[in-house]
């Protein structure tokens, strides 16, 4: 006589009940996570924009002014003042949103400049997730 091999729905239950016990004890923290996540990869995405803006600066004297914008980082600008020099395809494939699919807001006068995401809100000011994020914070 062959004996048949498997599982009892008992067996299938308790295994259900501990990854259920499992999930829910962990859940917590990987969610929670999400938030500090955005805002490290917020940093993140300002410090390499930045690092577009310094090459831009090598090459044209001056950082891209308020009106010609981040986008003068992915097309050459129009507008005066025009660069000196531009980098064939650019300095960036594209301008980036925040990771809160938000533009980041970009100001200068061409000598200096201030890059920042609005956080979570999409608001000034704000705590943790909704804080803003500022270029010169760091």
Same mark, same amino acid.
């Given at each position: 006589?062959?004996?048949?091999? @498997?599982?009892?729905?008992?067996?299938?239950l308790?295994? +259900?009940?501990?990854?259920?016990?499992?999930? %829910?004890?962990? !859940? /917590? #923290?990987?969610?929670?996570?999400?938030?500090?996540?955005?805002?490290?990869?917020?940093?993140?995405?300002?410090?390499?924009?930045?690092?577009?803006?310094?090459?831009?600066?090598?090459?044209? @004297?001056?950082?891209?002014?308020?009106?010609?914008?981040? +986008?003068?980082?992915v097309?050459?600008?129009d %507008?005066?003042? !025009? /660069? #000196?020099?531009?980098?064939?395809?650019?300095?960036?494939?594209?301008?980036?949103?925040?990771?809160?699919?938000?533009?980041?807001?970009?100001?200068?006068d061409?000598?200096?400049?201030?890059?920042?995401?609005?956080?979570?809100?999409?608001?000034?000011?704000?705590?943790?997730?909704?804080?803003?994020?500022?270029?010169?914070?760091?």
């Amino acid at each position: 006589m062959r004996q048949q091999r @498997g599982f009892t729905l008992i067996e299938i239950l308790v295994v +259900v009940m501990i990854l259920g016990l499992l999930i %829910s004890l962990a !859940a /917590p #923290r990987i969610i929670g996570r999400t938030d500090d996540a955005r805002i490290t990869k917020a940093r993140a995405d300002i410090k390499a924009i930045e690092g577009a803006l310094n090459l831009y600066k090598l090459d044209s @004297g001056s950082y891209p002014t308020t009106a010609q914008g981040l +986008v003068a980082l992915v097309e050459r600008p129009d %507008s005066d003042p !025009a /660069p #000196r020099r531009w980098r064939d395809g650019g300095y960036l494939e594209r301008v980036p949103l925040d990771p809160w699919d938000s533009e980041l807001l970009y100001v200068s006068d061409g000598r200096q400049y201030v890059l920042r995401s609005l956080g979570a809100d999409g608001e000034e000011g704000g705590e943790a997730a909704d804080g803003d994020i500022d270029s010169r914070e760091f």
